[in-house]
């Protein structure tokens, strides 16, 4: 056997034909390749994790652990994946991002042909990793805005509103959507749904084994002609989101994005991710608000108004910059303003004290944020009980501004920062000497 050979990972049922083919081979040195049997999904993350390299990752289709998540954590470690299934399974494997697919019962040489042309074999030790290639980015994305507040604000019929005036835009065609994001959903109680589903779940596990259409996205929500927008069901339960897998949830919204021209996304403002609390499980609980305010080109933060409204709004800006939101998207909303053109000033002022860089109470430096936008109070239970429209002095302000500010800020770079190979040479070098060295420690 050569210096060079394949490191593979498997995982696959009990008693699985393949599986003790592989290995065979393997022993036999009839395959130039290291055959090392996974048991769990667990055990591969904890392999791929080990630091050691490896040339593919082998699963059977047949496993639930199989599905975006994985395939993406194995890519993360730069180990393709490589789906073995049937006949009777008619998923795309490439849709969740393998790189190729075998069926049950493949030969030796065409096992050699898949690593030949997807996967590298594991050598020496002087050498790099070949460059990860970048993802394909969609033709079509969707603007995407997201709406959030400290609860009792009004955030969901803040939502509502914003929905109803996105839609009588005739540049949007109609086509806007009003997507509850939220882990405690109220949207479907506000618009008197007689249906549980299909929601948000039945979209994210459409998408963690495959890539639906826009026709059949558009299927899981519901029309509300008398405002002009579909809508898309929440959570049935707040504890359902332990069953929504982070990338799945990320293809979901990409391909609502791919469906509709305008998402409107109704989501919680506790957005604490795992760099401020050090949780994985906090962030993967908050994983939709977070997706849903990264990527959205204007983010309405809405709050009330008195000092304990003013205070909550303040702090729920600063999470989402801590969050990586940029600053100049965020629009803050004060929901029941005073009419009181001095009263309306003195929270905008208060507002802009709170977030200031020179407050030491928030922790870190954010930048200013935009005038908040008065919305005032208006008698809407019936309207929603009854599925009316909004009245226009709650739509019409909040979708201006919106507008505004996301035709200023349409040049800005996106919040999801896309990863950039480093040319060598360009992050410098190491000091020929240093200040131990010197004595200047």
């Not at 399974?89 to 069926?103: P, T």
């Not at 993967?284 to 108004?305: D, I, T």
Request: some cysteine; aromatic content about 4%.
């Amino acid at each position: 056997m050569t210096a060079e050979r394949y490191v593979l990972l498997g995982l696959a049922p009990a008693r699985a034909a393949w599986f003790d083919a592989v290995s065979q081979w393997s022993n036999s040195a009839s395959l130039a390749a290291e055959f090392v049997k996974c048991v769990s999904a667990e055990e591969v993350r904890a392999r791929l994790s080990s630091g050691r390299p490896h040339s593919a990752l082998l699963v059977d289709a047949r496993l639930p652990a199989l599905d975006r998540d994985l395939v993406d954590a194995a890519g993360g470690y730069g180990t393709p994946v490589v789906v073995v299934s049937d006949a009777r399974q008619s998923f795309v494997s490439s849709e969740i991002g393998a790189v190729a697919e075998l069926r049950a019962g493949f030969e030796r040489d065409e096992l050699i042909d898949v690593l030949a042309a997807h996967c590298s074999p594991v050598g020496l030790a002087d050498r790099l990793p070949p460059a990860l290639s970048e993802p394909a980015s969609p033709l079509w994305l969707a603007e995407m805005v997201s709406v959030c507040g400290p609860g009792g604000t009004g955030a969901s019929t803040v939502a509502i509103a914003l929905a109803q005036g996105m839609a009588a835009d005739p540049r949007h065609a109609g086509r806007v959507v009003l997507a509850d994001l939220a882990r405690r959903a109220d949207q479907a109680m506000l618009h008197d749904a007689t249906d549980l589903g299909p929601g948000i779940q039945e979209l994210v596990e459409a998408h963690r084994l495959s890539a639906p259409d826009p026709v059949e996205i558009r299927s899981m929500t519901f029309e509300v002609p008398r405002r002009g927008y579909n809508l898309l069901l929440g959570l049935r339960r707040p504890e359902a989101w332990s069953a929504l897998r982070p990338r799945a949830v990320d293809a979901g919204l990409q391909g609502l994005r791919r469906s509709f021209q305008v998402v409107v996304a109704d989501v919680e403002g506790d957005v604490e991710g795992e760099a401020q609390g050090g949780s994985a499980d906090v962030e993967e609980r908050n994983h939709l608000s977070r997706a849903a305010v990264l990527r959205s080109s204007v983010v309405v933060a809405v709050g009330a108004p008195g000092m304990k409204g003013v205070h909550s709004l303040a702090r729920l800006i600063r999470s989402l910059v801590t969050a990586g939101v940029r600053a100049e998207r965020i629009l803050p909303v004060v929901n029941r303003a005073p009419r009181s053109p001095r009263a309306r000033a003195e929270i905008a002022r208060a507002l802009a004290l709170l977030t200031d860089d020179d407050q030491p109470a928030f922790g870190h430096a954010a930048p200013s944020v935009a005038s908040p936008i008065p919305v005032p109070e208006r008698k809407i239970e019936e309207l929603l009980r009854d599925g009316d429209p909004l009245p226009s002095a709650l739509v019409e302000p909040v979708q201006r501004a919106v507008r505004a500010l996301a035709d200023r800020t349409a040049d800005m770079a996106p919040a999801v920062a896309v990863p950039e190979r480093v040319k060598p040479g360009s992050v410098g070098s190491w000091p020929e000497t240093t200040e131990f060295e010197t004595g200047n420690a």
